[in-house]
């Protein structure tokens, strides 16, 4: 695909790929290339850099921690995160379960719940009943 990005996406890029170059931790990276599954450790070490950044919940609006990126920055943060071949998030938390607090939850579920989702300090799964 040929894509022509603006001078500001541009930068915007840029600033993904220094991020990536400078806070991508070398043993996550390396563990990562070769295979060798991550460590809960690992894996929230890894969320907690993205968090640190304000990069974590690229889809949550920005009232509750979101980036409140455009599509295409949503495009150029997951095309350069797939460059460096880094580690997708744990998606129960973030995707699964503070879309649907921040959306349907009262104001106490919010302020008790989506900071911890949002720094990977509780660490969410879903179970299934099936027959």
Known sequence: MN?????EE?????????????????????????????????TIRWQKVLY??????????EEYGGTGWTPVQKYIFADEMAAVNAPAV??????????????????EQKQRYLPDILASNVW????????
Request: with cysteine.
């Open 3 to 7: 894509v022509n990005f603006t001078a």
């Open 10 to 42: 541009i930068a915007f890029r840029d600033e993904v790929r220094a991020f990536f170059a400078e806070k991508y931790p070398a043993d996550i990276r390396d563990k990562f290339d070769r295979g060798i599954p991550l460590t809960r450790e690992d």
């Open 52 to 61: 640190e950044q304000g990069w974590f919940a690229v889809n949550w609006p």
């Open 90 to 107: 744990v998606p129960f938390g973030v995707s699964m379960v503070g879309p649907v607090i921040y959306t349907f939850g009262s104001e």
């Open 124 to 131: 969410w799964c879903q179970g299934y009943s099936e027959p």
